[in-house]
């Protein structure tokens, strides 16, 4: 299609919309209340361009550009002199009653409205009478709120309650008196509240963490970074000043993230910053320094009898450099063993099986979705909101019907109504999901396996099927087995938040059975941690092998790469195996209980201070850059792990010098692992001879933030491990997509200038969307379908299955440390069935003591009426409830062989 | 010849014009008020300080010697934690006092900075905040900006509405 913009012809694709062409050719066009992930309203009038009749046009008409659809041969003009004028009085409209707040807004410097008042040249207000104000309302600790800065762009709610799926936000009062807020004060629940920062194109809703430690945009060190609060693994901007870790903003990821990340992964950075950080290396307690403890540790690890203990939160550098350190044989995953099989389950089922895993970006446009078993609201929030987006694909048919195109958001909203597409729900009790579900199961994991299964063999009719089954689950198996074959492009959704392989087993056989008829099928796992993947693949021993090494004698000295073990093992167990260890050398970033009995503690730094490579559920290799040097004696663990080789004169150890050569060794040493060091270009990478800047070039104070200490300003570090630098020099234009420090581009200060580096609006980035996908099915290989049906789940007299319920503010271990996140980490609680709860004759808020093994349990009762009988969950994760690995039957009576001296434990509010 | 002696007249001539030079340090030279010298931050008509911590004059310096902290107290007024010029680096441009939206950052008519140690020109928070207000006087950026600030609520600034009552109808 040609389109001419003020007479210069243009090839542009068709089925956009005016405002995207214009952007996506790299034309400056103001707008406000489009937003590329939620479509045009037409409601701001900012985007006003002239359309012409034909070439001999002379007067045009004006129209709003997001609201036009592209026609071939069409004449427009975005330069017009009567469409610059409408423009500017459409923004000093807006502006009129816009506080004189940049200088103490946090918005300043990084704002939409402020670049758009700037390109539209808007620059006195010419409106005479006063300034309507409103009163601010608590939202709780990620959002603050100035609603005085409002230009009523109705953005926020459009996210919140439309795309996001909130309830307590919205827009009240009318005409000119419009209110953006919630009914009354209180915390915005939605789990991607955060978003409303970008969303925002001004000051309204702001980063309350940020706000704790302000620093603008232009005076953040910042590197492109991988969250590392669940298996998703969004990309993120993670922002440095001053030494200490400021915010965590979006980077877009086409494929992984889009625009949004969700409150867990923007918030839960500040565990970086926690005054109790490790900062120096430690040994029996006591603070030491670099040269005793490389001795210390060469005299130790010269010795036979060393295992290491790998992490699923560190990098894969960090967990290979352990195993080249320790040896092949002597590494252990540090995961539960249900965790080891889960993960290694998922990585066989998506390499040797024929189908693949989709994107976060192709849930999006899966036309069908069934959930086995995950509660992804809190296990992996981002891929839930793209679930609530695949509900709208079918529904959207009938627009495309009407000839309204997918962009024109309110006239698909009109003509869609409320349907939805199919989503079919298998959890153990209500989820967040449930409201947009055709229909959902609520039953144990067993259960759900069977109707997998089920749903399996109505699908094809030599997969396993499951005997005994209900004439309800027959039906609702066959309801979704017709759903899913009706679908394009059908997605089929499970993890390891159940801790259940027969639910892993299940989802696969759907998915198997499904790709035979159609080849567009996806099927997604969830893991618990950001590496938990990369782990699976890389190889090593189950945790429980390393226990029975030091126990049996085998090996005594032990070093645990950035792991709580008690996370990970029962506590009786890692209490026994602590004891055994002669030595216990923990590297890590954050004390907790596994630090506290270590012998030697070396500091380890955390994602920020790190670089490193971490692999999500998808099976995306992708880089995070350090964000800055930390002054301390923090650095990467796989650094420390190579100078102690290198003290310890390890052979291979000794060689690798660098980031670099690590994953090179990786590369050659590990078969599922062969591509990634093609994650990011080598470190010698330059641009015209240039580094990238982490800096942007407003960067300021750099010769007087250390005058404190000496006037002498001290040479910035230099990055022997990436092509960035420390500092604002170096190559100013767009730099390779996989390292991408902040988006910025001339104009456009705000995070929507991300418009200018992707290829398309809303498509990939420019160079390709970051990361490399490991796991690729092979085609044409023979379906073998999983046997091993679950018999169906039965109550124990006296006895509750306990299992994990995963929440998304307090199930990671990092994010809960947090202490925005920590507000909003829910008590401890045990949730037990109505039945159970009648038949215990407990109420809500009652204390429920349990047993499991020869550990007691005290929690208060939650009383659920979509649990199923005999089974009960408690939050997954807390540092309240200590670990075991769940599920686990319990008894609620006191058992005979009970130790007199078991620790009680009642979280400590609850004694008042 | 002529020339010689009309040179040395006019030289002697110039014994009666008024002097140029002046005896400093004995003698103190009369500076015009936009003189551009040592920086220093100063008070609102209230006396409170006028820095909000907005980063300006930092992005403004264009030798960077600037750096700062904002925060802010539990009313929601914003000052800077600390605020550092290192002056051994200022070339008084006057950038700094251009950026300034509330006229906090302020260039006097003092020059006479000299140390003999390099490190005592770095000045913090307490060697630049005056107790005046600068050539500026009157003027209260808090009266005029939206934020609510302790003894200013919503509504109560200048050229303010009363905040808005979400739940009338009225037109």
């Known amino acids: 299609m040609v389109l001419f913009i003020d007479n210069k012809p243009y090839e542009v694709p068709a089925g956009k919309n005016l405002l995207e062409t214009c952007l996506s050719l790299g034309l400056d066009v103001p707008y406000f209340c489009w937003h590329p992930a939620m479509g045009s309203v037409g409601a701001c009038r900012q985007c006003a361009v002239k359309v012409y009749k034909d070439e001999n046009d002379q007067k045009g008409r004006l129209v709003m550009s997001c609201m036009e659809p592209v026609v071939n041969n069409q004449r427009i003009s975005v330069e017009d002199h009567e469409a610059k004028e409408f423009r500017g009085h459409v923004i000093e409209w807006l502006m009129t009653n816009h506080p004189h707040d940049c200088a103490v807004c946090d918005e300043g410097g990084s704002c939409h409205l402020q670049d758009m008042t700037v390109m539209t040249g808007h620059n006195y207000r010419n409106f005479r009478y006063k300034k309507r104000t409103y009163t601010n309302q608590y939202l709780g600790p990620f959002l603050n709120h100035e609603m005085n800065r409002c ?63 302000y620093t603008r945009k232009w005076d953040l060190t910042m590197a492109p970074s991988v969250c590392q609060h669940c298996s998703i693994g969004c990309n993120t901007i993670a922002g440095e000043r001053y030494g200490s870790l400021r915010m965590i903003a979006n980077r877009y990821n086409g494929d992984v993230n889009g625009y949004f990340l969700c409150d867990r992964g923007r918030y839960g950075y500040e565990f970086v910053n926690a005054a109790d950080r490790i900062r120096n290396p430690h040994i029996q307690q006591r603070e030491t320094d670099r040269g005793t403890l490389l001795s210390t540790l060469s005299g130790l690890l010269n010795k ?9 939160r560190a990098s894969l550098q960090s967990n290979f450099v352990l195993k080249a350190l320790v040896g092949e044989h002597n590494f252990y995953h540090g995961v539960s063993d249900t965790e080891h099989d889960l993960a290694e389950l998922a990585v066989k089922i998506l390499r040797e099986g024929p189908v693949r895993t989709p994107s976060t970006k192709e849930v999006e446009e899966a036309d069908a979705v069934f959930i086995l078993g995950e509660d992804i609201t809190n296990t992996a929030p981002i891929l839930a909101l793209a679930v609530r987006q695949s509900v709208q694909q079918q529904p959207a048919a009938l627009a495309e019907k009407a000839n309204i195109p997918l962009w024109n958001d309110a006239a698909v909203k009109g003509i869609v109504q409320d349907k939805k597409g199919p989503l079919f729900i298998a959890t153990l009790t209500t989820t967040k999901l449930d409201e947009l579900a055709t229909a959902t199961y609520r039953a144990t994991p067993e259960c759900i396996a069977r109707l997998g299964f089920a749903v399996a063999h109505a699908l094809d009719n030599t997969s396993p099927a499951v005997t005994d089954l209900s004439e309800n689950m027959v039906v609702l198996a066959g309801q979704i087995a017709q759903a899913l074959r009706a679908a394009k492009k059908p997605v089929i959704i499970s993890g390891a938040g159940c801790e259940s392989d027969a639910v892993m087993k299940a989802a696969a056989n759907v998915a198997y059975a499904l790709n035979k008829e159609n080849s567009n099928t996806g099927l997604v796992y969830t893991m618990l941690e950001c590496n938990s993947i990369g782990l699976a693949m890389m190889g090593g021993h189950r945790l429980h092998a390393a226990f029975n090494a030091v ?50 503690v070396i500091p380890a730094g955390t994602f920020a201070e790190s670089d490193g490579i971490v692999v999500n559920n998808e099976g995306r290799a992708q880089r995070f850059f350090q964000v800055y040097e930390s002054k301390d004696m923090v650095c990467e663990s796989w650094r420390w792990l190579l100078d102690i080789g290198a003290a310890a004169n390890h052979a291979r150890l000794s060689h690798w010098k ?12 590990e078969p599922l692992l062969k591509r990634i060091d093609a994650v990011t270009p080598p470190s010698q990478f330059r641009v015209a001879g240039q580094r990238i800047p982490r800096e942007p070039h407003r960067y300021s104070g750099r010769t007087s933030m250390h005058a404190n200490i000496n006037v002498s300003e001290p040479k910035p570090p230099e990055d022997a491990d990436s092509p960035l630098s420390y500092t604002m020099e170096g190559y100013r234009g767009m730099p390779p997509s996989s390292m991408i420090p902040f988006f910025w581009s001339p104009g456009w200060n705000s995070v929507q200038s991300v418009n200018k580096y992707q290829q398309e609006i809303g498509g990939e980035l420019k160079g390709g969307d970051p990361g490399i996908r490991l796991l690729e099915p092979v085609a044409d290989k023979t379906i073998k379908y999983f046997e091993g049906i679950p018999e169906a789940f039965k109550p124990l007299e006296d006895h509750l299955l306990i299992m994990p319920m995963h929440h998304i503010f307090g199930s990671d271990e990092l994010s809960a440390r947090s202490p925005s996140v920590a507000q909003r980490i829910p008590k401890p609680y045990i949730l037990l069935s109505m039945d159970d709860a009648v038949a215990l004759s407990l109420l809500e808020n009652y204390m429920l003591t349990f047993y499991i093994g020869r550990y007691e349990y005290s929690l208060p009762v939650k009383v659920s009426n979509a649990l199923p009988n005999g089974v009960a969950a408690v939050p997954y994760g807390l540092p309240e409830i200590p670990y075991t690995e769940l599920p686990e039957w319990a008894t609620t009576r006191s058992p005979k062989y009970l130790h007199t001296l078991t620790p009680t434990y009642t979280p400590k509010h609850l004694n008042t | 010849m002529f020339s010689i002696i009309r040179t040395m007249w006019l030289t002697f001539l110039h014994m009666f014009h008024k002097r140029a030079t002046i005896q400093y340090p004995e003698e103190k030279p009369q500076l015009p008020a936009r003189w551009r010298g040592r920086i220093v931050l100063t008070r609102d008509p209230d006396m409170e300080e006028r820095c909000v911590g907005c980063y300006l004059c930092a ?45 906090a950052i302020q260039l006097i008519p003092d020059f006479e900075m000299g140390e003999y140690v390099r490190q005592n020109l770095v000045y913090e928070k307490e060697d630049l905040l005056i107790n005046s207000q600068g050539k500026y006087p009157g003027y209260n950026y808090y009266r005029v900006a939206g934020l609510a600030i302790k003894g200013k609520s919503k509504g109560e600034g200048d050229n303010e509405l009363e905040p808005v009552d979400v739940h009338s109808l009225l037109p």
Request: aromatic fraction near 10%; hydrophobic fraction near 35%; charged fraction near 25%.
């Open chain 1, 151 to 213: 230009i009523q762009c109705y953005r926020c709610v459009r996210f919140y309650k439309d795309y996001a799926g909130g309830k307590d936000l919205d827009v009240f009062a009318s005409k000119n008196n419009v209110y953006f807020g919630r009914a009354e004060d209180g915390v915005l629940e939605n789990e991607f509240s955060g978003n409303l920062a970008e969303v925002c194109p001004t000051g309204v809703f702001t980063d309350k963490t940020l706000k704790q430690h």
């Open chain 1, 304 to 312: 036979p009898g060393v295992i290491g203990i790998g992490s699923p």
């Open chain 1, 551 to 600: 126990v049996n004698g085998h090996a005594d000295t032990v070093i645990v790469l950035e792991n709580d073990l008690y996370r990970h093992g029962r506590k009786s167990d890692v209490e026994a195996f602590l004891k055994a260890c002669r030595n216990i050398i923990v590297l890590d970033h954050s004390v907790h209980a596994t630090t506290q009995q270590a012998d030697v």
């Open chain 1, 658 to 669: 660098n980031f670099e050569e690590i994953t090179h060794a990786i590369a050659t040493d």
């Open chain 2, 59 to 103: 992005a403004a310096c264009p030798v960077d010697c600037i750096s700062l902290q904002a925060t802010e107290d539990e009313h929601g007024r914003r000052y800077p934690a600390f605020f550092r010029i290192n002056f051994s680096r200022c070339i008084f441009c006057g950038y700094c006092e251009e950026a300034c939206p509330t006229y």
